[in-house]
């Protein structure tokens, strides 16, 4: 079962450059997240989706975009890099909004900008 | 604003030891908690969900309870072992739609042979 996966689990960027970090999950689920993990800090949610065509900005979106197309996938665009998004990503996917529903992560990926 | 904390934020332990992590939020108000296990350079693996009704939830050797009025979770982790060394985090979720979780920063947790 893959579950969630991201792609790629580390990249180095200079200041000013972009990229898209990758999230796909193969278990049809509605909502999906991205968050942020900065060392010694929770996890903070930057947006989110709840389904194909909409999102949404959560805590710390500043700096950030996604797009949801495709129910499976959840790619999260970094524009112009900046130390300050110097963190670990995590992207999570959940079924539906009930009391009993998990979330599901990615392992992760640890960006470094310099 | 929902927030949350976890005390300690580390605790060493030797094996075979019973522990309690603590876990506590502001705003009563939620819809479930759940406890996640984080090991270095790796993913969240879910541990335990408790929905808002519920007072606790039991796997293996892991308990967690919820009491809600006084915005207060605990992990009991019975019999513990080298392996159980990681990061544990509590995240609560506090609306029902499509809202993320609200994470605490964790309790680093060494379980020494």
């Known amino acids: 079962n893959a579950g969630v996966t991201q792609t790629p689990k580390f990249r180095i960027l200079k200041i000013g450059q972009s990229m898209t970090l990758q999230c796909t999950q193969d278990m049809n689920h509605n909502y999906m997240y991205w968050y942020r993990q900065d060392p010694g800090m929770g996890l903070k949610l930057i947006y989110y989706?709840?389904?194909?065509?909409?999102?949404d900005k959560g805590e710390v979106p500043n700096g950030y975009n996604v797009s949801r197309s495709t129910t499976e996938d959840f790619p999260l665009r970094l524009e112009l890099a900046a130390p300050s998004q110097t963190s670990v990503y995590f992207c999570?996917?959940?079924?539906?909004?009930?009391?009993?529903?998990?979330?599901?992560f990615g392992q992760g990926t640890r960006l470094t900008v310099v | 604003k929902q927030e949350v904390t976890q005390i300690p934020a580390a605790l060493s332990v030797p094996e075979g030891e019973n522990l309690v992590l603590n876990c506590s939020f502001t705003?009563?108000?939620?819809?479930?908690l759940q406890w996640f296990r984080q090991d270095p350079g790796k993913g969240l693996t879910s541990l335990l969900l408790i929905q808002s009704s519920q007072r606790e939830q039991t796997s293996g050797r892991l308990n967690a309870s919820l009491d809600k009025s006084s915005g207060r979770s605990t992990l009991y982790i019975a019999a513990s072992q080298p392996g159980d060394s990681a990061t544990y985090l509590c995240?609560?979720?506090?609306?029902?739609?499509?809202?993320?979780?609200?994470f605490g920063k964790g309790t680093h947790l060494i379980i020494q042979p």
């Open positions: 705003d009563s108000a939620i819809y479930n």
């Open positions: 989706s709840v389904g194909a065509g909409i999102t």
């Open positions: 999570a996917s959940s079924p539906t909004s009930s009391m009993n529903t998990e979330a599901f």
């Open positions: 995240a609560v979720k506090s609306g029902g739609g499509a809202d993320g979780l609200t």
